[in-house]
């Protein structure tokens, strides 16, 4: 199961026009001692009443369902448990084959390159955090929403970047630009973008394993790939691809 | 470079520390508290998996990868790569790890590319368990359409720009 690396937010929050509630303090079942002086605070800005509307009862179904139940987050999960047990039977093959020496090198070679990235996924972690608290979600749903043409995908591409999250975050925001107005190709485009440019995933899951260079390189080859992917999907609603009606 | 990626993270990290601060030190907290716990929950597994790829990559005989997916696979390399991807199940871990593993024992950089951008964009398993329930089904299968391809033009484009 793929957690949200960082910043991740109940899409809930996003539904009741409360852009500014904490976290995963919702799931985590901790009360939020500053909700309300986050609605004080921000009354003018938030827009506790910018509540999205919903014109179809599809749409609204799949957004408004309970997000499926986010488990207490664990440091571990199957996941890392199936990678531990192939990593240890892997050491173990190094260990007896290699010798002990050569063993500490590889263990010390690949710490260094973990430790050395850790400053930069501390500092995903935190950027994550604050942008998921100061950027209102319906206000991106908006803009995203009401810009159409080439604009609106350079725009959804932006998003795309910028918005921290996981898929739990990610996929109901997008559900929401098109009840907002965007087409497929706008979703499209935000998607991919946030797949494959989106910085937290990158900072937290992709540097310490490939490192900085590498990192950058693929990133920075990818950035037209979402824009292409929005054209595509615009070509191939042109040629009759109906998706509208699970909409309206 | 990597001094310098510091600076600049952690430049951002400042300024939207101030924003917040601006905002109400409530949200300072919020915001300090939440990325310092997700970091501290999200080390270990990064931690095993980085060190557990590094030993995987060890282990493999080279002998094994390079015909496939080594720089001299070609088209072919890259094709093998993405429906790796598409068909790699669970989450960051296992598709990051299986990807730095293959890098380390001899896999073609443009291959790899491909593979974790196939891995990102289509995992029949992300599709399924994420993405549908959440999203219009058609719009779904729409941008996974779409993204067919991408992986092909990821690995080209980062062949084209070259190593840095």
Not at chain 2, 88 to 116: D, E, N, R, W
Not at chain 2, 120 to 125: E, N, P, Q, S, V
Request: aromatic letters at 8%.
């Amino acid at each position: 199961m793929e957690k949200p690396p960082c910043g991740g937010q109940i899409p809930t929050a996003l539904l009741r026009g409360r852009s500014h509630q904490p976290l995963s303090g919702g799931s985590r079942g901790t009360p939020s001692p500053s909700l309300r002086s986050y609605r004080r605070r921000n009354a003018g800005s938030t827009g506790t009443r910018q509540t999205i509307r919903f014109e179809s009862t599809s749409v609204r179904g799949t957004l408004t369902k309970p997000p499926p139940q986010r488990r207490r987050r664990r440091a571990f999960d199957w996941s890392t448990a199936i990678i531990a047990a192939l990593a240890s039977a892997a050491a173990a093959t190094v260990y007896a084959r290699d010798g002990r020496q050569h063993f500490l090198e590889v263990l010390v070679g690949d710490l260094s390159l973990f430790g050395e990235m850790l400053p930069k996924v501390l500092a995903g972690c935190l950027i994550g955090a604050f942008v998921t608290l100061l950027l209102p979600r319906e206000m991106v749903a908006r803009w995203v929403g009401h810009e159409s043409g080439f604009t609106g995908l350079l725009i959804a591409a932006f998003f795309g970047f910028l918005l921290p999250g996981g898929p739990i975050t990610i996929y109901p925001v997008a559900g929401a630009f098109l009840v907002m107005g965007a087409d497929a190709g706008a979703v499209v485009a935000f998607i991919v973008s946030w797949t494959l440019i989106g910085y937290t995933r990158a900072l937290v899951w992709e540097l310490p394993f490939f490192g900085a260079d590498f990192v950058i390189w693929r990133m920075v080859a990818a950035i037209p790939l979402p824009i292409i992917a929005g054209l595509l999907a615009r070509i191939a609603v042109r040629a009759g691809f109906q998706y509208r009606d699970e909409i309206k | 470079m990597t001094l310098a990626i510091n600076i600049l993270l952690w430049l951002v990290v400042g300024v939207l520390a101030v924003i917040a601060a601006t905002r109400g030190r409530v949200l300072l907290d919020d915001g300090v508290r939440t990325g310092v716990m997700e970091f501290i929950l999200l080390l270990p597994r990064i931690g095993i998996g980085v060190v557990g790829s590094g030993f995987v990559a060890e282990a493999l005989p080279n002998a094994w990868i390079a015909p496939w997916l080594g720089p001299e696979s070609g088209l072919l390399g890259v094709a093998i790569a993405t429906l790796g991807g598409a068909l790699t199940p669970g989450g960051p871990v296992v598709g990051f790890s299986i990807g730095a593993a293959a890098l380390k024992s001899g896999a073609g950089a443009p291959q790899v590319i491909a593979y974790s951008t196939a891995w990102a964009l289509y995992a029949i398993h992300r599709l399924v368990i994420w993405e549908v329930p959440m999203m219009p089904a058609r719009v779904v299968w729409l941008r996974a359409l779409v993204s067919l391809p991408l992986p092909f033009l990821a690995a080209a484009l980062a062949m084209l720009l070259g190593r840095p």
